[in-house]
């Protein structure tokens, strides 16, 4: 649109600065008489003042447009003076040089000193008006390089002549908002005209909004991109992204790392997405494909959706599978008293679904005296083969029968059910003739003799129910002792010995194995874990015949932690675990080591179809049940050991008779734990033994005379009971270890044992035992330095002090429990490579003070009572005479009378004497 004047002489030219863009009318020359516009858009009309013959008005059909220019008229030197102030102002503006081109600067530079020739007062009109015409077109001319738009300085491209932006506006700019550009006295602004916005669905939850800011000026052009994006992308949780056309409505991801268990049911029901939210998963049926490249593979589907608010739907397609698997092994574990195991084979079906005839083996006999070790069915296989056990059974010489079905799914999805017997049967016991004096008049069970009864026959096998009681006792012929010696109990099976002396020096040991018929398949055999899981199958292989797993770990609730090796220890409530890649099909086939390790082969086969490997890793599971060993109770000839406590592992009892006595132990044989116990005169030893092995505790009894005992008749006679006692909740549990030779820090200098003392309780008079000695097993201990579970520090003397307080704080946090309290655990290798071992606080202190002087001690029943009369005499004095020995405290002779001299008859183990009783309690 343009504005032209005429005046009443007839002349006419175009206004000077008229600007429609933002309401400025610009100059005419003084008499002009009328303005017109030209070129007005389609519809608009304009019309003169009655007042003013330079207002003219502007009517739009969009009243809101309509708009009014006035004009200012004006002399020709006025015009001249205003547009050479004007000009001069610009090129004094310091930002000038910034915001024009040098070549325009150069032309108004020109145009003014061309003007400064004339003088306004005695110039004509007609060369003023000449002379401010060349200064504002010098001024329109100025080429403008420092437009800025939204904060964003705008580049020009020669070759479109395009001002834009450096990188597309993130957000829309406000509808007044202009291009500005100039100097500080000839500020430019430039309105833009915004193009129809284009909306599209770039990613999964994401919308892009882009639209396109034009103009022009001085013949170059503004082009401003806007581009907006809405939302943030959605993934599945691992970050593997959806795809989908784009500003496409449908957007898909494909997520095959699940598995199915040995029941084909997915290990997920929901899928969790990036933004925190989760779909649940609609499965499908599970499907046997019996031509899978590595072997059958069962697979499922399932799909999970959702529709997002700007109108996409997101869809998560699943897969779980797992392989085919009907392999089957069934076999016996035999675990002797004292916590080692061995696997006896059995039945071993690499596809337990080739035949349905029954399964019926005979193991190898073993000896006769292993008849009273603990056994039981040991079943490991794939998902498409179960066992259901029996009750086991028992025959001849405490032969096991153990019985069961075995249901496995063919590749076709039927079903074969096959039962299977395994028996473990004994030697016979075998004939003795020598020493004919020792030979027992008979064997008594329940009052009744023995069956199979043979003078010359030393070991016999009875049976009987889970809670039947049996007494057997001994009968001896004149002249005979019988002495009950070792015992060894499980939970479903005793072992008595008994020792005969005869008239002639002669000796016989007898031996009745008591096994029990258990109602509980299961009980006894502790905690087993078989489960396994996948998780992973998200990631993309390295390769295509990537046929290793990305890790391999184990899981515990819900959270999977991976392990690096081959080894390692799983705490309690994890089970087996490993991440696979993207297309990998793995099969684990797990198997039972020893104890509570496990073995899990495993095979992989790589997204290419045909690289298979094959790996093995060992995991030891760390359950409290199977790992604690410990008694719940103690009674000696059938009273309760006053004060007895789990943690306290030795005690002081009155008996009728000392030679004659019985200590009755009981403890949870629902975790498999069993006891050995050693009968040494007045002193009986109990060990109890974990159902892993891997923990033992020993127990120590010494029986005195008591005469209120004797003067009642309370005491045993020559029965021996065989029962099963109550089983009983724990009342504690602590942490010790046993097993094989070790050197903890790879020297060669290791002694056959590593000893971990282990002291509970307060020491000295009074105080709690002490536990004995126990022995960290190899593998472990170098399996917890390797973990960083056990540090050692060294010594000022060289020596490596290995403080079990690491093996407390290990083993609390591996189970998830409370650092144990009231430990003062050690041992000591000296820079010679000697182990230090600390059994019991006599020996701490023999350490700490020496060997104490032995005196002569009195060898006859008379000289020993005049020994106590002696003795008792020292009132309040808390050491022996001192011909005993150096003055000790009161603790030093606290355990087992250690300043008492020998007693012929109970080595080391003297009466207490004044001095000791005085000692006040607890000191």
């Not at 020996?843 to 020993?864: F, I, M, N």
């Amino acid at each position: 649109m343009t504005a032209r004047w005429r005046d009443a002489q007839g002349g006419t030219g175009p206004v000077t600065g008229f600007d429609p863009a933002n309401g400025r009318g610009g100059d005419v020359p003084a008499g002009t008489t009328a303005v017109t516009l030209d070129g007005l858009p389609d519809g608009w009309t304009q019309s003169v003042s009655k007042d003013d013959p330079l207002t003219v008005t502007l009517a739009a059909p969009d009243q809101a447009q309509s708009r009014t220019y006035t004009f200012r008229a004006v002399s020709a030197a006025d015009r001249f003076r205003e547009s050479l102030k004007k000009a001069e102002t610009i090129r004094d503006d310091r930002d000038a040089t910034d915001a024009y081109d040098r070549a325009s600067l150069d032309a108004l530079g020109k145009a003014i000193g061309d003007a400064g020739k004339l003088d306004a007062d005695t110039a004509g009109d007609q060369m003023l008006a000449k002379a401010a015409d060349g200064l504002d077109q010098a001024v329109a001319g100025l080429r403008v390089v420092n437009w800025t738009f939204h904060g964003q300085t705008l580049a020009y491209d020669v070759a479109s002549k395009t001002w834009t932006p450096a990188t597309p506006l993130g957000q829309a700019p406000g509808t007044d908002e202009k291009i500005t550009g100039g100097s500080t006295s000839n500020r430019i602004e430039v309105s833009t005209t915004a193009s129809a916005p284009d909306v599209r669905n770039t990613l999964a939850g994401v919308t892009e909004t882009d639209q396109v800011l034009t103009a022009s000026h001085g013949g170059e052009s503004f082009r401003i991109p806007i581009r907006i994006v809405q939302g943030t992308e959605i993934t599945l949780k691992d970050g593997t992204r959806f795809t989908g056309s784009e500003n496409g409505s449908e957007w898909t991801v494909t997520d095959t790392g699940h598995r199915l268990d040995k029941d084909n049911m997915p290990d997920t029901d929901k899928v969790e997405l990036s933004d925190g939210s989760t779909l649940p998963v609609a499965w499908g049926k599970a499907t046997l494909d019996p031509s899978g490249a590595a072997g059958p593979v069962w697979t499922m589907s399932g799909k999970a959706t959702r529709t997002l608010d700007n109108g996409q739907t997101l869809t998560v397609n699943l897969t779980a599978s797992r392989a085919w698997d009907a392999k089957l092994s069934i076999g016996v574990e035999h675990r002797t008293a004292d916590g080692n195991t061995t696997l006896i084979p059995g039945v071993d079906l690499e596809d337990a679904t080739a035949a349905d005839t029954p399964l019926d083996v005979t193991l190898p006999t073993l000896p006769y005296a292993a008849a009273g070790d603990q056994y039981a069915p040991a079943v490991t296989g794939g998902d498409d083969a179960t066992v259901t056990l029996k009750p086991t059974g028992l025959g001849d010489d405490g032969m096991r029968v153990f019985t069961g079905t075995v249901k496995a799914t063919r590749t076709d999805g039927t079903i074969v059910t096959r039962r299977f017997t395994i028996r473990q049967p004994f030697d016979k016991p075998s004939r003795t003739v020598g020493a004919p004096d020792a030979a027992l008049d008979g064997l008594l069970v329940n009052g009744q003799p023995i069956q199979g009864w043979d003078p010359d026959i030393l070991e016999y096998t009875i049976t009987a129910g889970e809670d039947d009681k049996v007494t057997v006792s001994p009968r001896a012929k004149a002249g005979q002792t019988v002495k009950a010696s070792d015992t060894t109990l499980t939970a479903h099976s005793t072992v008595q010995h008994w020792t005969v002396t005869g008239p002639d020096g002669g000796n016989r040991t007898y031996t009745v194995t008591l096994v029990r018929r258990p109602q509980d398949p299961h009980r006894g055999r502790g905690v087993q874990t078989l489960r396994s899981e996948g998780t992973g199958g998200t990631r993309e292989a390295p390769g295509p015949d990537t046929a290793t797993l990305k890790s391999v770990g184990w899981t515990k609730d819900g959270t999977y932690h991976a392990e690096k090796g081959d080894e390692y220890l799983i705490p309690e409530g994890g089970s087996f675990a490993y991440e696979s890649y993207l297309g990998q099909i793995v099969k684990i086939t797990p198997g039972r080591d020893h104890g509570m390790t496990w073995k899990y082969r495993i095979g992989v086969l790589a997204p290419d179809g045909v690289t298979y490997r094959t790996r093995t890793v060992t995991v030891t599971y760390l359950t409290e049940a199977t790992h604690r060993a410990g008694l719940t109770g103690l009674s000696v000839d059938g009273r309760d050991v006053d004060g007895f406590s789990p943690d306290r592992l030795e005690y002081t009892v009155g008996v009728a008779n000392p030679e004659r006595y019985v200590v009755t132990p009981s403890w949870d044989k629902q975790t498999g734990m069993s006891v050995t116990k050693h009968v040494d005169g007045a002193d009986t030893t109990l060990t109890v033994t974990s159902a892993d092995g891997l923990t033992s505790v020993v127990y120590r009894v010494h029986v005195e005379y008591d005469a209120g005992l004797a003067a009642t008749g309370a005491g045993v006679t020559g029965v021996i009971m065989i029962a099963v006692a109550a089983v009983l909740a724990a009342a504690g549990t602590w942490f010790a270890s046993r097993h094989k030779p070790h050197d903890p820090d790879g020297d060669t200098d290791a002694d056959h044992v590593i000893r971990i003392p282990i002291r509970a309780g307060k020491a000295g008079c009074g105080g709690r035992a002490v536990l004995p000695a126990s022995v960290l097993p190899a593998r472990m201990f170098t399996l917890l330095v390797k973990q960083g579970g056990i540090r050692y520090e060294v010594t000022p003397g060289g020596q490596k002090v290995y403080d079990p307080h690491e093996i407390d704080r290990y083993m609390a946090e591996r189970q998830g429990k409370p650092i144990p309290e009231g430990k003062l655990v050690f041992y000591v290798r000296d820079s010679e490579g000697n182990i230090v071992r600390m059994n019991t606080q006599v020996e701490r202190l023999t350490v700490a003070y020496g060997k104490p002087v032995r005196g002569r001690h009195p060898s006859t029943p008379k000289d020993y009572q005049e020994w106590r009369r002696r003795l008792s005499g020292i009132k309040g004095s808390r050491q022996p005479p001192s011909h005993y020995g150096p003055a000790l405290p009161c603790s030093y002779g606290r355990n087992h009378n250690y300043l008492i001299p020998n007693n012929p008859r109970r080595p080391g183990r003297g009466p207490r004497p004044a001095w000791w009783r005085a000692c006040p309690h607890g000191t």
